[in-house]
């Protein structure tokens, strides 16, 4: 039994029972109220009000930071100084007028409590729990960890679909080069020799009345087959248009359904293949693929490269890889087309063998929309006997109630004269819902979901949903903060900046690069692209082993007499700690700056096995600006050998303004400020230090 919240205004019900279109409010308390949560209840305890009320607000709800960051607004705007090749005299305008704003602005009030904040840092700490997304039903599942892991496990433990292995990167890219060689360059573009990620499983919660069941996916992006991956989905693509069963999505399905008329007795079925993915054998999916390459008159090298894909699938659960050996991965952009191709070829069959009473059979992979004709019990049996054609092959079905049935989320009715009305399904909209207005995000974007939203309204329903539909989405838009009077009207008018030079990407923060970014593009034609802050789903994810001392970037290493050493590298900053410990040991102090103090300091001199990431830039020329602003930051308390590159002085009193030296000698050191400040100054200051040290 889970506990389930339910933070609808209305007494809501989330289970589908078919009754949905007799209570025409609840649909929208998913939108208005945001989630619902389910939590295992052996974790009750653990979870509290707070984080009840905090997780509510929804995993991609964006948090007011805590902090400008100013090193970095100066790095995105030296970036983009550079990237647009602006003559000096214009660069240092730039400079001067956003070190204006940087000086004048101060930090949008927090839209979370501070009590939220721990609350957040508690269940990013509680090793218990896990808190999960199901996407499809747009619930938030916080659940025992154990019984996560205890799930997964069992799915790897059959020997007919995995095999534990040893991870080897090389020899999977190393299929790739062997077919590269000699297509015209058509794949070389695919071969990416850097190191890259490894695809990692991860469970999908998918709500089972009172049961979670998780649905196995590997994440795939940056891993080293995934470029592959998404070149064959898109080779493939067309294939699986070419038949007249496919429907491509719901929009498209909205466009079959206009020619669509029932006759009394015909009878509308939403059929669902059950775990369709891992059901599907690879040798038979190749063989399918093969007959279609062939009959198209396509490349054979493709079937070499599918082969490799398929037969080299392999990915990390809990630090273990595992080799998939039969059945098709979910999250590899290759898979959905496959999985559809295969259902061409069962349904060919299928459709051969009692042709009369099925009418109408559209297919989106797993899903199928059929319009049968005769009684209840021929389509039972009908069903019963498609069951039997493939073991693996087990459907499942929903039979229409009062005339109306729910498809790719879309609700289907039909009309009098047997034509299909066509209106929205909520419960798989709820998946697309708009976020909470005090979410940080810009709100350009917060309007442009509601745009979309919108246009999927006017997409997906007939004109006789559509009034209602909009009218019920303008009710609840001031529920979930949003002003239609004020700020969402009048951000329709204004469109995206366009501007002729590089955009420059900033970390959104309103009021602050807000500011910068109008001035930018109305000064100087530099358009900005708004980075998202911190998410609640970021806060509560376990932090994974440092990735961040995996990359390029710039890091401080503390000496036990409080000074810093900051430094810039290209390569791992792992890799470069390394070296700094090593020279130090070898007493080779050309080597290490690290190592020149330590030993020519004397006794009392010495550093932990610890290095602090500052950032991981990734281009060469803001990582050498961010070295700069921290050494000068940090100035005079370094035993850096060099100061870097030379800075600007437009920057000089924005980096003022965040100098150890200052808060330093403001807070502790000084007789002289003792006394005379004021206690709220010296507390906030107190607070900022140990925010940036
Ligand atoms: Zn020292």
């Known amino acids: 039994m889970f506990t389930h919240y339910h933070f609808g205004a209305a007494d809501t019900h989330f289970e589908d029972n078919g009754n949905h279109r007799r209570n025409n409010n609840w649909k929208y308390d998913l939108l208005c109220d945001n989630e619902l949560l389910r939590i295992d209840p052996s974790h009750d305890k653990f979870v509290n009000q707070v984080e009840i009320s ?26 983009a100084i550079k990237q647009n090749k602006i003559p000096i005299y214009y660069a240092e305008a730039i400079r001067h007028d956003v070190a204006t704003i940087l000086c004048e602005s101060k930090l949008p009030p927090s839209n979370i409590t501070k009590k939220e904040r721990l609350a957040l840092k508690a269940i990013q700490n509680n090793e218990d729990i896990i808190v999960l997304q199901s996407y499809k039903e747009n619930v938030i599942v916080v659940i025992n960890k154990s019984d996560y892991i205890n799930q997964i496990k069992h799915l790897l433990n059959n020997e007919k679909l995995y095999k534990p292995m040893s991870y080897n990167t090389k020899a999977q890219t190393h299929h790739l080069q062997t077919v590269s060689d000699g297509t015209n ?29 998780l649905q196995p996916i590997v994440r795939q992006i940056n891993s080293p087959n995934y470029n592959l991956a998404r070149h064959m989905a898109q080779v493939l693509q067309p ?24 006759e009394p007795n015909d009878i509308m079925v939403n059929l669902n293949v059950q775990a369709l993915f891992s059901n599907i054998s690879i040798m038979e999916c190749l063989n399918i693929v093969q007959n279609k390459l062939e009959s198209n008159r396509m490349s054979s090298n493709y079937m070499q490269l599918l082969r490799n894909l398929l037969t080299g699938n392999c990915f990390l659960f809990q630090d273990k890889c595992y080799l998939q050996i039969d059945g098709l991965t979910m999250g590899n952009p290759v898979t959905p087309i496959l999985a559809n191709l295969w259902m061409e070829y069962f349904e060919a069959k299928v459709l051969r063998q009692d042709p009369n009473i099925i009418k109408v059979w559209k297919r989106n992979v797993d899903e199928i929309f059929c319009i049968f004709t005769g009684s209840q019990q021929d389509i039972e049996r009908y069903i019963m006997n498609l069951n039997s054609i493939n073991a693996n092959m087990k459907f499942t079905y929903k039979m229409e109630t009062d005339r109306t049935l729910a498809f790719l989320g879309i609700e289907l009715s039909v009309r009098a004269d047997g034509t299909l009305s066509h209106g929205v399904y909520w419960k798989s909209t709820a998946a697309g819902r708009f976020p909470n207005a005090t979410s940080h995000h810009h709100p350009r974007l917060l309007q442009s979901k ?35 009077n004020g700020r969402f009207k009048q951000l329709k008018k204004c469109g995206q900046p366009q501007g002729k030079r590089q955009p420059i990407y900033l970390p959104y923060i309103q009021g602050v690069t807000d500011k910068i970014g109008s001035l930018l593009v109305r000064k100087y034609s530099i358009p900005t692209i708004y980075q998202r802050g911190t998410t609640i789903k970021q806060l509560v994810s376990k932090p994974k082993n440092d990735l961040r001392l995996q990359k390029p970037g710039i890091y401080k290493i503390k000496c036990s007499c409080g000074m810093y050493y900051i430094g810039r590298t290209g390569r791992p900053i792992a890799t470069r700690f390394k070296e700094h410990k090593v020279a130090l040991k070898n007493k080779e102090i050309k080597k290490s700056a690290i190592a020149e103090h330590v030993l020519d300091s004397g006794p009392g001199h010495s550093i932990e096995d610890r290095v602090e990431v500052i950032s991981n830039d990734p281009c060469d020329h803001s990582r050498i600006v961010r070295e700069t602003i921290e050494i000068r930051k940090h100035n005079p308390f370094t035993f850096n050998r060099v100061v870097g590159f030379k800075l600007s002085g437009k920057w000089d009193r924005v980096i003022e303004k965040i100098s150890l030296k200052k808060i330093k000698n403001m807070d502790t050191n000084s007789l002289e400020y003792k006394g005379t400040q004021p206690v709220r100054q010296r507390r906030a200051l107190e607070s900022l230090e140990n925010k940036l040290f």
């Open 54 to 79: 905090v997780l509510a607000k929804g995993l991609d709800f964006v948090i007011t930071p805590n902090r400008i960051p100013y090193e970095n607004i100066i790095c995105c705007i030296e970036e």
């Open 185 to 213: 360059g058509e794949f070389e573009k695919l071969y990416k020799p850097a190191p890259q990620k490894p695809p990692v499983l991860y469970g999908s919660p998918i709500m089972r009345e009172d049961k979670v069941l």
């Open 239 to 262: 294939l699986v248009e070419q038949s007249a069963n496919f429907v491509k999505d719901s929009r498209h399905f909205v466009e079959i359904i206009k020619d669509i008329k029932l």
């Open 450 to 484: 509601i745009t979309s939203l919108k246009t999927r309204l006017h997409d997906l329903c007939d004109s006789e949903h559509l009034e209602q539909e909009l009218d019920n989405l303008y009710k609840v838009l001031p529920k979930n903060g949003y002003q239609m």
